[in-house]
């Protein structure tokens, strides 16, 4: 017999857009975001250990979407998505990524079934205008980590337009439960 239960990974995320001044411009308030399926491979990978080869988190990757998103609402994740629709995401990693223990809300030291990844996209980040992004609109994110050396996503999310000027800081705040 096969027990199962309701516990599964979720994701939660939240952005705050600040001015120049650092005072918030708006804050879009907690959204659940999708746990995609190369994140299970790589818990499942990682629980296995070798050969396998896994590396942490590696940053935030965000990218523009796709213009049509604007008309409608953007498309909701289906968890098999391996990459953005964006063919040139930026990848926000280093300093500007801060990763967390939780237990509730509150960060703690002691391992815990909860992470909270800070990303911080101050001004002029992403680096657009680019030869690949004319604009500062982010439509979507995802998490990345390498799985035998390759990039995996481990949630994804589309959301309305973010018209991120290069004067402005986003701050995205993830939760991730297992």
Known sequence: MIETTDLVPRGFYRDVLLGADGAPLWDRGWHSNAIVADCRRLIASALRG????????????????????????????????????????YLAQGAAVQIDFLEGGTVVAAPSNRLQIKVTLGPSLPSWPDPNHVTGNLREFGLAARLNGQRVLLNYVTHPVIAKDPASTLERTIWLVF
């Open 50 to 89: 070798a050969p396998t080869t896994v590396t942490a988190i590696e940053g935030l990757l965000v990218g523009a979407g796709a213009d049509a998103w604007d008309a409608a609402a953007p498309p909701a994740p289906n968890g098999t998505e391996t990459r953005l629709v964006d063919p040139n995401p």
